[in-house]
């Protein structure tokens, strides 16, 4: 292993959040407090706590969904310089997303007359894949998702919450960005199919993609995290392995 | 260490720079008088009419740039002072041409303006009429672009014309029709396939869709998307509706009054929109 | 000269005893004749340009080659020599009353000959003869604007021959190829001229329009009710818009020959009739090839 997969591939520090409520009398709400995170290549990091805690709200801000109102989010590419993310340009965070860095959440956006094969292949090909290696990438991701192939080249639209949600999946982490963001991907998955799709991240960690993520169960993250962070309040409140961590949370976070 | 960033990023092709369009006569004071925090374009004490002031953006090759507000914010303003149907009264368009020149469309005489919309620049206007001549068939509206740039081969020609149609879904046996005869949607193709028959790198969309059937206008849509992806065209799309600009944009600036009162990701503008007048529009979007 | 009538010699005094002959005054003034030819200058000085220029009233309707008449007028002299047809016919109603009036105001000769004129007014014909470099040919144009049929707008019309942008034309010249399988524009055809600007080569046939390129003679065009001037000057290339791959190509009829001289290879007209006839369209050459055929039996 070389000296790089001790960098942390993200480093946020200070992260504070809030909005303003223009059209609720200017109601400001207060979400993330200062949030001091790394995650290392490789790392599969597990954010835990009650709903409202803030988990969302810093994959969001990460992925400059919300704008960080306060602190930094220092991301290294794969040049090995590190970027800032709450400064970025609009245009550069533009170009971060995709190859750098991706962003998986429990919803499929549904896009019209598109079928699965071809959502995936796409997400590939932004990626910077040739179209034909793409098709490939998906037809193997898909297959391991458990997506019947009858269903590859029908409209997205009609699929069931649980086949979106796995389609979601694969477009992903098809050619897998540096750091992965999840929130809640597996929400809407049988056993069978949640066992499959655990499968495929614990895959991606393997290979040294760096993986920041929400799952609204403990079992999940027992078997998937290496680290795992307790968010309150929008602060964290604890961190550690997970067996540490998930001892002290049983029905905290269900 | 993250002063100066370590990413590529592709030149820009359209650099508009503090573009302003002012009817009126024009002092110190009236942009004072103006702006979304006064709540009017227009200035009570002259008249004057700030249609847009101060508005900057970049577009790369391959990217979509949104522009978003209601009817009177600036946005078709800033379309047409781009496009050269209206002169800017401020500021400059600035274009990167395919030989590599840079020019200001603000600041060239007509007849060059005219010119670099033959296979630099098109539009996708809201109504067909605008972009098409009604009277002629789908195959010669695109024979109109393509004889402009001096093709000169009737076979070449009709070649083309079909490739292109074919591409925006326009069925074959439809390409020697008249296009009065079309329904809207497939007047939007039309208008596409001309807009793109000499590879224009820029292209601007205004309200592509508007008056459409939802059906009619998700389907124009996606193959808009599909274009931009596959084409790597720089785009810019005016639009008061917040679907078409999630769908086709990852930038966009939103207009208000005149002035552009925020930018953003598109998916943090409509996410996280911080200026209120965006959080009013996104709110109406939602309900 | 003037010129001879079939009337009786009684008819002839009496008609002078009711009206003694005065000699008639010209058609147009000195002022007239000088802005005319001031509009002829700036037409060969920018070939294919329509200049516009103040038409009088003529004796003659607009539409009967009133344009054409005051070009004559303005250019002719005494020592002039004049030949006018209509269709290739000097012995049209229309071309006698217009070389008569021509003639007589002016006092130049007239003739049927082509190699002896100075001046050819003509409506829808170039004379079979190879014409001279010494030597107009003044065209009486019905519609002088070539872009009149694909845009009606007049400020649009100038802007598009100030910018050679044409791309209309060829969209028109696409969908005549796209409905009709040919281009079918017979009269006329549109002309790119010194490689500038678009004409109309209306009155003349295609037949004609390949021998205004790069023509010894100069061609003037004169549109009377549109009120413009335009010319071909003396050895310019006067290019037929066509697509590269879709020749141009001039009116023919496989077989037919002239039923009076047996000519093939001249601009034929078919005569109505029960079977198909058909006749040179230019009477006087027709004339002289009879002649010269009956003298080598």
């Not at chain 1, 034909?132 to 193997?140: E, N």
């Not at chain 3, 000097?90 to 071309?95: C, F, P, Q, T, Y």
Request: proline share 5%; with cysteine; net charge negative.
């Amino acid at each position: 292993m070389t000296t790089d997969l001790v960098l942390p591939v993200l480093r946020v520090r200070g992260l504070r959040k809030h909005f303003i409520l223009h059209n609720v009398d200017g109601r400001r709400v207060d979400a993330l407090h200062g949030i001091d995170l790394d995650v290392l290549p490789g790392e599969h990091l597990a954010l835990a706590g009650s709903s409202g805690a803030g988990k969302s709200t810093l994959l969001r801000c990460i992925y400059r969904t919300y704008l960080p109102s306060e602190g930094e989010v220092h991301l290294r590419l794969t040049t090995g310089h590190e970027v800032d993310l709450a400064t970025l340009s609009d245009a550069e965070m533009a170009g971060v997303r995709g190859s750098e860095l991706g962003y998986v959440s429990q919803f499929l956006r549904a896009e019209p007359r598109r079928g699965p094969l071809d959502i995936v292949a796409r997400a590939g090909v932004a990626r910077g894949m040739d179209l034909s290696d793409a098709r490939d990438a998906a037809a193997i991701a898909l297959k391991r998702l458990n997506i019947d192939e009858a269903l590859w080249d029908v409209y997205a639209t009609v699929l069931s919450g649980g086949e979106k949600q796995r389609v979601n999946l694969a477009a992903g982490t098809i050619s897998p960005p540096r750091l992965l963001l999840l929130d809640e991907p597996v929400s809407a998955l049988d056993p069978s199919n949640r066992e499959a799709a655990l499968d495929l991240i614990a895959d991606l960690t393997s290979h040294g993609v760096g993986v920041l993520a929400v799952f609204h169960d403990l079992e999940a993250m027992e078997r998937l995290a290496t680290r795992v962070v307790l968010m309150a309040d929008g602060l964290i409140s604890a961190q550690g392995p997970p067996t540490q961590i998930l001892s002290t949370l049983t029905g905290v976070s269900r | 260490m993250t002063s100066h960033s370590p990413m590529e990023r592709a030149p820009w092709v359209l650099k508009v720079e503090n573009l302003g369009k002012v009817f009126g006569p024009m002092d110190s004071d009236v942009l004072a008088e103006t702006g979304p925090e006064i709540g009017t374009s227009k200035s009570s004490r002259t008249g004057t009419v700030v249609a847009a002031w101060d508005v900057n953006f970049e577009v790369a090759a391959g990217e979509a740039l949104g522009v978003i507000g209601e009817s009177g914010s600036g946005k078709s303003t800033v379309m047409r002072a781009i496009a050269g149907d209206h002169e800017a009264s401020h500021g400059a368009v600035w274009l990167r041409t395919r030989k590599g020149d840079v020019v200001n469309v603000a600041a060239i005489p007509d007849s060059a303006r005219r010119a670099l919309r033959v296979d630099e620049l098109a539009v996708v206007y809201q109504d067909a009429a605008e972009g098409l001549d009604l009277g002629v068939t789908a195959g010669g509206n695109v024979a109109d672009r393509l004889t402009a740039a001096g093709w000169r081969n009737f076979a070449e020609i009709r070649h083309r014309a079909a490739h292109l149609l074919g591409r925006t879904e326009v069925p074959l046996e439809r390409m020697d029709d008249i296009v009065r005869q079309f329904s809207g949607g497939m007047r939007q193709r039309v208008q596409l396939a001309k807009a793109l028959a000499n590879n224009p790198p820029i292209v601007l969309f205004d309200e592509p869709t508007t008056g459409l059937d939802a059906s009619v206008a998700a389907g124009v849509l996606d193959l808009i998307r599909d274009l931009l992806t596959e084409l790597g065209i720089a785009a810019v799309v005016v639009s008061h509706d917040f679907s078409v600009i999630e769908m086709l944009t990852t930038r966009c600036i939103v207009m208000h009054h005149g002035r552009v009162v925020e930018e953003g990701l598109t998916d943090q503008l409509l996410e996280d929109p911080l200026h209120p007048y965006s959080q009013r529009l996104v709110a109406a979007a939602r309900t | 000269m003037t010129l001879t009538h079939d009337s009786t010699t009684s008819q002839q005094s009496r008609l002078e005893q009711l009206c003694p002959p005065t000699p008639r005054a010209g058609l147009i003034d000195d002022f007239a004749q000088r802005e005319i030819r001031r509009a002829i200058l700036t037409a060969i000085a920018i070939p294919g340009y329509q200049v516009p220029f103040g038409s009088r009233e003529m004796p003659v309707a607009r539409g009967w080659g009133s344009g054409g008449l005051q070009i004559t007028l303005a250019l002719a002299q005494s020592h002039d020599v004049i030949k006018v047809i209509d269709q290739g016919d000097d012995e049209g109603v229309n071309a006698v009353n217009l070389r008569r009036l021509i003639c007589e105001t002016t006092g130049a000769t007239e003739t049927s000959e082509p190699a002896e004129a100075t001046l050819i007014q003509s409506r829808h014909r170039i004379p079979e003869d190879e014409l001279r470099q010494d030597q107009i040919l003044i065209l009486q144009v019905p519609v002088p604007e070539p872009l009149r049929g694909v845009e009606r707008d007049m400020r649009e019309l100038a802007r598009m021959h100030a910018e050679a942008d044409y791309s209309k034309m060829w969209v028109s010249l696409y969908e005549d190829k796209v409905r009709n399988g040919v281009i079918t524009r017979t009269t006329g055809y549109p002309c790119l001229v010194n490689g500038r600007y678009v004409i109309a080569t209306t009155p003349i046939p295609r037949w004609d329009v390949p021998r205004l390129h790069q023509a010894p003679f100069l061609t003037l065009f004169g549109a009377g009710r549109e009120k413009r001037i335009y010319a071909v000057p003396p050895r310019t290339d006067v290019e037929p818009l066509t697509f590269t791959d879709v020749p141009f190509e001039v009116e023919s009829t496989p077989g037919a020959r002239c039923h009076r001289c047996r000519s093939e290879d001249s601009f034929l007209v078919e005569i109505p009739g029960p079977q198909s006839q058909w006749i040179c369209s230019d009477t006087d050459w027709c004339r002289r090839e009879r002649l010269s055929k009956e003298a080598q039996i």
